[in-house]
């Protein structure tokens, strides 16, 4: 199983580089502010950094490995998304003024580009931690 500092050090890297990405590109995509995007996004980061940390210690204890199949991954991350989605759609409503079908299919936006982003982030961590716990096995 993962260590807490393994999973702080996931859910930090996860989140900026997911922030660095999605703000402008949603800005651009959904015609609002970019200052309204972005504290909303940091907003909605912060729930999903404390969702991150439970629902991944969930799955680990579900899946306790670092070889996960596609659809182990795929489960992994539209779980997460799922969960995150139900609770952050309000608050999209709110924040940007909008219904709650337009703070829907702008939240849907999101959870898509983050279940592909994550897919493609966890995969990659957790071959780089593979790699960095063989180093460290081996001296």
Known sequence: ????????????????????????LSSVLSGHDAGAIGVLAVGLAGAAMLWNLVWNRLFDAWVPTRRRSLAQRIAQASGFELGLLVATLPVVAWWLGIGLVEAFWLDLGFMLFFLIYALLFNTTFDHVMRRRLAQEGGR
């Open 1 to 24: 199983m993962r260590s807490w500092k393994e999973r702080v050090t996931h859910m930090v890297l996860f989140e900026a580089t997911g922030l660095a990405i999605v703000i402008p």
